[in-house]
Structures are given as C-alpha cells and as structure tokens.
C-alpha cells in the first residue's frame, strides 16, 4: 500500500533527474542544483581548472557547476549542454552576467552529439549525468573529439558501487535497496574501475579515478586525458 502510494512522486522525481520538465522540473533542476553543490565542488576540486581554460559541463542541470568553474576560468570560457529546454534556462538564469559578458554559454543538446566542433575544449565535465545517457560511449567519444589533445575528462557520480568498508547507517538501511531500485529503472551503477575501463575504450589516456565511498551512494569521480 505504501510502496504504491510512493510510486507516483519517487517516478516523477527519477523522470525529473532522468530530464528535468515542466514544472516539476522546474522544482527539482533548483533541488538538484543545491543538492549536488557539495559533489560539483568536489568534482571540480579534482579538475584543477586554470584561469585561462576553456571548459564544457555536460548535462549542465540548474548551471551550478558552470557557475563555479566560470569562477575559477575567469580569464577563459564556459559552456554549458543539457537537453531539457527547463534546464537550459534555469542554468541561463544562474549564469546570467557571465552570458551577458560572452564568457558563459549554455545550449540546448544532446550528449551523443555536442553542438561544438572538434578540438574545442581543455576540459569536459559530467556531473551526475552520465547513468541517463541512452548510450554512453558515445558520449565518451563526443567528449573526446570536442576536447584539444591533452585535455582532461572527468566523470562524476553520486551513486556508485565504491562500497565503504564500514557504511554509514543511511547506506545499510537504504543503499541496496536504492541502487537496486535505480537498476531495475534502467540506470547503470558503475564502480570507478567500470568508469575507467570505459574511458580508456574511449581513447583515452592516463585513466584514474578517486573515490568518497561514505559521501551520498559512494562518489566518485574518473578523470582521463585525450
Ligand atoms: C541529475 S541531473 C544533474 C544536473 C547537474 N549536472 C547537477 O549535478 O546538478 C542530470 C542532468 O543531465 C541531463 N541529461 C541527461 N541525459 C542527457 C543527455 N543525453 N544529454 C544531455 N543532457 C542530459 C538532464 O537533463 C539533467 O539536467
């Protein structure tokens, strides 16, 4: 009884992480963007963004990320790509001054196929995006052809299968079952180490990744150089 009366809203907040629409999305692109703040700076923590650096954030959400990254690539370029419409304008919103001085763009588009041309960027980023990506070596390869020779992945999710030795109560009580549940969804929970295999089919060099398995579901956060 209870699980059928939770089915409804956890659906319309998993299609609403999956692609943010409508007013519902328009709520969760805001939760997300808070929510995810403490990863994004993470993530972007292990990037080590310099000032003159052009960067692309990948499934952009609410535009936290190309918020702070603009912030580190001051005397560089940040673009942002999302494929909700809501997205795109909440993350216009956040950014706004940035845009308005042609240091931040944000554009409506899809993983498998960037809207940039080849050799265009030192760094790609995906922050908690990368499980909805219908097929996600291409969109490995798209990172790698829009990224210039040397430039850095980086992959970032919040859920993962970096099991801590030692789970927080909130991951004994709930972890299994949640991952669990995303699976059957169709999400794929990746370990670091799938992450890297991955990235190196891609084509890409130098692999790594770091992990905070008690953080959320077990961040973690893969990095690799074209
Ligand atoms: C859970 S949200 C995370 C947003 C943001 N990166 C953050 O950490 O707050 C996932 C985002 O990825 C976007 N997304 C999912 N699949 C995508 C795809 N194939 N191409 C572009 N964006 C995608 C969704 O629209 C959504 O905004």
Redesign the pocket.
């Known amino acids: 009884m209870i699980d059928k009366l939770l089915k409804r809203p956890l659906e319309l907040v998993e299609d609403n ?4 629409n409508g007013r519902a999305g328009r709520l969760i ?1 805001h939760v ?2 808070k ?3 403490t ?2 700076v993470w993530a972007i923590e292990h990037m080590e963004v310099r000032r003159s650096q052009r960067v692309l ?9 190309v918020k702070l990254l603009s912030e580190q690539a001051t005397q560089g370029f940040v673009a942002g ?4 419409a ?2 795109v304008r909440q993350s216009v919103r956040r950014n706004v001054d940035g845009v308005a001085a042609g240091r931040v763009e944000i554009k409506q ?4 196929e960037l809207p940039y041309g080849d050799a265009s960027f030192d760094q790609v980023s ?4 990368f499980y ?3 097929d996600p070596m291409r ?1 490995l390869s798209e990172a790698y052809r829009v990224l210039k020779p040397g430039g850095q992945v980086s992959v ?1 999710l ?1 859920m993962s299968r970096e099991a801590a030795e030692k789970p927080t109560a909130k991951q004994r009580l709930l972890g299994r079952r949640f991952t669990e549940r995303s699976e059957r969804e169709g999400l794929r929970i990746l370990s670091g180490a799938d992450l890297v295999e991955m990235l190196g089919k891609a084509g890409f060099r130098d692999a790594r990744f770091v992990a905070e398995p008690l953080r959320s579901f077990g961040w973690v956060c893969a990095l690799a150089r074209k």
């Open positions: 992480f999956k692609q943010p692109g997300m963007a929510q995810h703040r990863l994004t954030d990948i499934g952009c959400g609410g535009g936290m990320a790509v999302d494929y909700s809501e997205m588009g899809d993983a498998g995906a922050i908690e995006t909805f990506w219908p969109g970032t919040e």
